[in-house]
């Protein structure tokens, strides 16, 4: 029998098809946002002794319900909001932080690690102008733990680096350099520079 | 003198196609791999508002998902109102905390203190309701919380 060779499969439509499948796909596509600001709530349990906080270290931002952003009982643009927290933040009024480079205002706070940003918010206050803010105030500590991570930085033998690269070089699995010695410089910025932002209602 | 006579020309060569598919397959294939199917359908509007200081959402923990925001058009019977939307429906305040209790049940044991709740609240809802929501993880003890935010200039969101 005389052997024929199989008919070739016609591949024209192919293209069609893939075409199908591509459409198919960009329409269902979703870019799902992973990102965004963490924080952490207070637990519900009352202590029993109630922690006295002198005024003083604390730093009110009340933004009202019609988004008006009160810091300290004046009013103020959310522009300026940031400069603010880090003058409260950094002030050094009992000049016990070596690192902080503030007024030394006796009126203002102590020391970072006793200052307290107090966010209040109203109900009738817009999601929008909320996150505005909570982002302001964690820039201005981002603003003073990068100024530090400069100067720890060049000390630990990580040259031109501020916290937030810092952190994005200890989840990056591909940084070559000793992680170990990143971490304990990332863990004393965050002890020098603690977030303290506590969210009332 | 017909041997000298020039060709004929026939305009410009046609394109090949042949790669057309290779072409194609390959964007399908992009696609394919960067589409993350959508856990729940949202029944409300969710426009998240911008930041710049975010951290990304560590996925190597387990995350839970809290919408709000006002219901989207075909769910008007709801309200104007912003609400409040677990898995796939509508829910009250005090469901909240069954929600994290059957979050939390699905999880391995050694994962449940890793436990985030990422907040997508659409940027026109108001305080109220995510201070009541914040409210019931509290009493659960969820503490772990995230403002799921897109990136952009935070003073974008005040307009």
């Known amino acids: 029998m005389a052997k024929r060779s199989a008919p070739e499969v016609n591949a024209g439509s192919m293209a069609d098809i893939a075409f199908l499948l591509l459409i198919f796909f960009l329409v269902t596509t979703t870019i799902e946002k992973d990102s965004g600001i963490n924080r952490k709530l207070p637990p519900i349990e009352e202590l029993e002794e109630d922690v006295v906080i002198k005024q003083k270290n604390i730093f009110t931002v009340l933004l009202n319900g019609k988004d008006q952003l009160l810091v300290e009982d004046d009013l103020m643009e959310l522009k300026d909001l940031r400069a603010a927290a880090v003058e409260f933040l950094d002030n050094n009024g009992d000049k016990s932080c070596t690192y902080c480079k503030g007024l030394k205002d006796p009126a203002s706070s102590d020391n970072p690690d006793k200052a307290i940003i107090s966010l209040k918010n109203e109900r009738e206050t817009s999601y929008a102008a909320y996150i505005s803010v909570q982002n302001e105030l964690v820039a201005a500590y981002n603003v003073l733990r990068n100024r ?54 | 003198m017909s041997k000298f006579k020039k060709k004929k020309d026939g305009g410009t060569p046609p394109i090949s196609t042949a790669s057309l598919p290779d072409i194609v397959f390959m964007l399908l294939f992009f696609f394919m791999v960067a589409t993350v199917m959508r856990e729940n359908s949202l029944k409300i509007q969710n426009a998240l508002p911008v930041a710049n200081q975010v951290e990304k959402l560590d996925k190597k923990n387990p995350v839970s998902y809290i919408y709000m925001g006002k219901p989207s058009s075909g769910y008007e019977k709801f309200g104007t109102e912003a609400r409040l939307q677990l898995n796939d429906q509508f829910a009250n305040l005090n469901e909240v905390g069954a929600f994290i209790s059957a979050e939390r049940a699905a999880l391995r044991e050694e994962l449940i203190p890793f436990l985030t709740v990422a907040l997508k609240v659409d940027r026109d809802a108001n305080m109220g309701i995510v201070g009541d929501v914040k409210q019931e993880l509290r009493k659960v003890n969820a503490l772990k919380i995230n403002y799921t935010t897109g990136v952009g200039d935070a003073m974008t969101n005040m307009k």
């Open chain 1, 148 to 201: 530090r991570g400069y100067e720890l930085g060049s000390k630990e033998g990580f040259k031109d680096m501020n916290f937030v690269e810092m952190q994005k070089n200890y989840k990056d699995a591909r940084f070559v350099g000793n992680k170990v010695k990143l971490k304990a410089v990332i863990d004393q910025i965050k002890l020098e520079f603690p977030q303290k932002l506590s969210e009332v209602q």
